[in-house]
């Protein structure tokens, strides 16, 4: 299949080689040439890694860089079957390249947006064969990451899911069908991972690192909220948060936090600015967690309930099947076990309770036990 990728960044190259892996030609967009080069030096050095450890042959890696190609023309991609957009989440943009792609390409062509928090119908909206356009949301590093959100506009021909959860799983990946509502899935459901770390860490319960460690250490999350918003970076999240926030509605649920937006605004992004939540400069000793049992699992609960709250409310809306929130979770975001399960194991009533001691405390609708969550009693 002769694909395409619009977007040299981290996503970009990163879709592209999970492609020319798979098999498929692949082609390149960026308008900066300098970029061009960067992105394909940035390939070579990740295809040697790989070879270094075994991964794949000398003959494989070389393989896979010759199905890859570059272009800083948008013409180049009349010939393309399939197309993923993976630039920047401003709406204007995308609109942009879809109205121009499909000018350019054949009317069977597939465009698709790898936009994780922006409405796949509105980007759709600006083609004349929107039938032809959906999401496939690669999670970074996508070459790694098994999950993809395949997004169906209101105006995606049904027929062609089939066709393009065909083509994932021939790719290894996990595909799950997620509705244009903001956040999708993975996105909609893990804001109190955040979210709610924050809200303990200015309430003055707990510091970083005794979030960081009560997460991992009683929960089994692979990192702590802190670590993974500055290994995400502080920008990114903050962003992806207020972008939420404001689709919903300004639902309290998802309010952004100051404290990550001042983060931002100082620069301090995390691990690729230096400085996060963490220190990453040479020399620099991460803060020592207060390894209070009683505290780690109070902290750890008021975050899960939170999220199987969130998980609860996607299958209540109807956002995905049980099945595709469990995979998505588990799969998109690691997450140790399925929250739907998660919360079965804890007791659905005692989940329920929890939820309504939280609103009791702080008559937020913050805490509003979703109806999908009450149900299940």
């Known amino acids: 299949m002769k694909t395409g990728v619009i977007g040299s960044g981290t996503m970009g190259t990163g879709i592209a080689q999970l492609m020319a892996m798979a098999g498929e030609e692949v082609l390149i967009y960026d308008n900066n040439p300098a970029a061009c080069e960067r992105a394909l030096e940035r390939l070579q050095k990740i295809m040697q890694r790989l070879t270094e450890k075994g ?24 010939d393309r079957e399939l197309i993923v957009e993976a630039v920047i989440e401003d709406l204007g943009v995308k609109q942009d390249i879809f109205e121009q792609l499909e000018d350019l390409c054949s009317p069977d062509c597939i465009l698709a947006t790898n936009t994780s928090s922006l409405s796949v119908t509105s980007i759709a909206a600006a083609c004349d064969r929107p039938q032809r356009v959906l999401g496939m949301h690669f999670f ?5 990451m098994k999950l993809v959100e395949v997004v169906p506009a209101l105006q995606t021909d049904r027929s062609l899911l089939s066709e393009i959860k065909a083509l994932l799983e021939k790719w290894g990946k996990i595909p799950v069908e997620a509705k244009d509502t903001p956040g999708f899935i993975v996105n909609r459901i893990a804001r109190p991972f955040y979210g709610e770390a924050l809200r303990i860490l200015e309430e003055g319960i707990a510091d970083v690192a005794t979030i960081d460690w009560a997460m991992t250490e009683m929960g089994g999350f692979r990192m702590g909220p802190f670590t993974l918003m ?4 502080n920008d990114v999240n903050y962003a992806v948060t207020e972008t939420v926030f404001k689709a919903f509605y300004y639902d309290p649920r998802y309010k952004p936090s100051f404290t990550q937006k001042r983060l931002a605004e100082a620069g301090w992004l995390g691990r690729k600015s230096g400085r996060g939540y963490y220190d990453y400069s040479p020399g620099a000793q991460r803060p020592e967690p207060k390894e209070d049992p009683v505290l780690g699992l109070s902290i750890f609960k008021r975050i899960l309930v939170m999220l199987i709250n969130e998980a609860a409310d996607a299958l209540f809306w109807q956002i995905a099947s049980r099945e595709d929130i469990e995979l998505a979770m588990t799969k998109g975001v690691n997450y140790p076990k399925g929250l739907l ?15 309504d001691e939280l609103y009791d405390r702080y008559r937020e609708d913050r805490y509003r036990c979703s109806p999908g969550l009450r149900n299940m009693l």
């Not at 399960?341 to 939820?355: P, T």
């Open 230 to 233: 500055d290994y995400i970076g």
């Open 55 to 78: 991964k794949v042959s000398q003959e494989e890696a070389e393989a896979t860089l010759g199905r890859i190609s570059f272009a800083d023309k948008l013409i180049a991609f009349g």
């Open 341 to 355: 399960q998660w919360a079965e194991e804890i007791g659905i009533a005692r989940c329920v309770e929890m939820m």
């Open 140 to 144: 970074n590093p996508a070459p790694v």
